[in-house]
């Protein structure tokens, strides 16, 4: 019965890695308290359904407060406890320079990137660390060891993100609630178009698959792995390079691959 399975939550979960990693969830038999900015998440809700579970489905704007604490109500109001919890949600901005890029855009990047992160962050954390359990998943990028010009806001607000579930993480070493970071390279998600990248090196360029980085992030949760870069050998080899790699070569290699043509 639904009463007996455990819960999970995921942000971002109507397409894209998020859906693919409540696939995942569902699969092991979680039900399944999702959220997205979209009708689409109804349509998820269903999908996932399909697979045996329960799936509760919550349209909410991760750019505000209301949105973010919305979402959490709506998960506490289940009065089950969350076993696992995947911070998902994220967009991007490129297409352009800093200099041309909207500010009213970038400010909302950093509402849902940095700020919605750290809201449902603290939600979850002060509900699972008195259950004594649990797992989180924060969903960094490859970005976050680089500069990234030509998405001059995107790349630290996931450098932000892949440093906070690393303090996190060592926080809660001895709770029980363990932290993982999965810090994708490029993916075949709409993420690109939907950053204005399309006419960018990177934006045509063949991506990783989806299934694939959504496993390594769901094996690496699982196993209570410290971070996990997703996709294939030539993302991790990418991933483990730059910590050697000088910024200003990193900078301008990433500018290569994202300024626009």
């Known amino acids: 019965m639904s009463e007996q399975r455990?819960?999970?939550?995921?942000?971002?979960?109507?397409?894209?890695?998020g859906f693919e990693i409540a696939k995942l969830f569902a699969k092991d038999g979680y039900d399944l308290a999702i959220t997205g900015s979209s009708d689409g998440i109804f349509e998820a809700a269903e999908e996932l359904q399909k697979l045996g579970i329960e799936a509760y489905p919550h349209k909410a704007d991760a750019a505000t407060y209301e949105g973010v604490e919305g979402f959490w109500k709506f998960v506490s109001d289940l009065k089950r406890p969350v076993e696992a919890a995947v911070l998902n949600v994220g967009i991007g901005i490129g297409g352009g320079s800093f200099l041309e890029t909207s500010l009213e855009e970038e400010m909302r990047l950093i509402s849902i990137?940095?700020?919605?992160?750290v809201h449902t962050a603290k939600?979850?954390?002060?509900?699972?660390?008195?259950?004594?359990?649990?797992?989180?998943?924060?969903?960094?990028?490859?970005?976050?060891?680089?500069?990234?010009?030509?998405?001059?806001?995107?790349g630290p607000s996931k450098s932000f993100g892949f440093?906070?579930?690393?303090?996190?993480?060592?926080?809660?070493?001895?709770?029980?609630?363990?932290?993982?970071?999965?810090?994708?390279?490029?993916?075949?998600?709409?993420?690109?178009?939907?950053?204005?990248?399309?006419?960018?090196?990177?934006?045509?360029?063949?991506?990783?698959?989806?299934?694939?980085?959504?496993?390594?992030g769901y094996e690496a949760l699982m196993n209570d792995v410290d971070h996990v870069f997703g996709g294939d050998e030539k993302t991790k080899k990418e991933g483990e390079g730059n910590r050697t790699t000088s910024e200003t070569e990193k900078a301008a290699i990433h500018a290569e691959k994202t300024r626009p043509r």
């Open 6 to 17: 455990s819960l999970a939550m995921i942000t971002g979960a109507s397409s894209g890695l």
């Open 113 to 117: 990137n940095i700020t919605g992160t």
């Open 163 to 216: 440093a906070f579930a690393e303090s996190l993480r060592e926080e809660l070493r001895d709770t029980g609630v363990t932290v993982t970071a999965l810090l994708p390279g490029a993916t075949d998600t709409n993420f690109h178009d939907n950053a204005g990248m399309s006419n960018t090196q990177i934006g045509s360029s063949s991506k990783n698959d989806k299934e694939l980085v959504a496993k390594q």
């Open 123 to 154: 939600r979850v954390v002060k509900h699972m660390v008195p259950n004594g359990r649990g797992k989180i998943l924060i969903v960094s990028s490859i970005s976050a060891t680089t500069p990234t010009p030509y998405e001059t806001v995107y």
